[in-house]
């Protein structure tokens, strides 16, 4: 079964930069969509960042768009969240999540996932 480890969560001020990293085991991250959701505190968890199975196609929600890059390496097996120009508001624990269904569209749609990590913590505060 394929399960997926986050790690990169932390503390940073506004304006600041983290790189969150998921690598799912017993899969390769070609054979995936993968995409990063978060929960706010008080919040309904939402999407914000995904690409596809083939690599081609990558989607952001507006709030992040010129901020933030989803990327994947093959030769590592990780699939990478660049966060720049942090501010308070994207404080959330933030999770990936795989799908072994979808490949090209769909990848914004939180149902089409169906494996997802523990959440990782990111707090942007001063």
């Known amino acids: 079964q394929v399960q997926l480890v986050e790690s990169g969560g932390g503390l940073v001020q506004p304006g600041g930069s983290l790189r969150l990293s998921c690598a799912p085991s017993g899969r390769t991250v070609t054979g995936l969509a993968m995409g990063w959701f978060r929960q706010p505190p008080g919040k309904e968890r939402e999407f914000v960042a995904a690409i596809s199975r083939s690599g081609g196609t990558t989607d952001y929600v507006d709030s992040v768009k010129g901020r933030f890059t989803i990327s994947r390496d093959s030769a590592k097996n990780t699939v990478y969240l660049h966060m720049n120009s942090l501010k308070p508001e994207d404080t959330a624990v933030y999770s990936c999540?795989?799908?072994?269904?979808?490949?090209?569209?769909?990848?914004?749609?939180?149902?089409?996932?169906?494996?997802w990590g523990q959440g990782t913590q990111v707090t942007v505060s001063s």
């Open positions: 999540a795989a799908s072994n269904v979808i490949w090209e569209s769909g990848i914004t749609v939180m149902r089409n996932y169906n494996i």
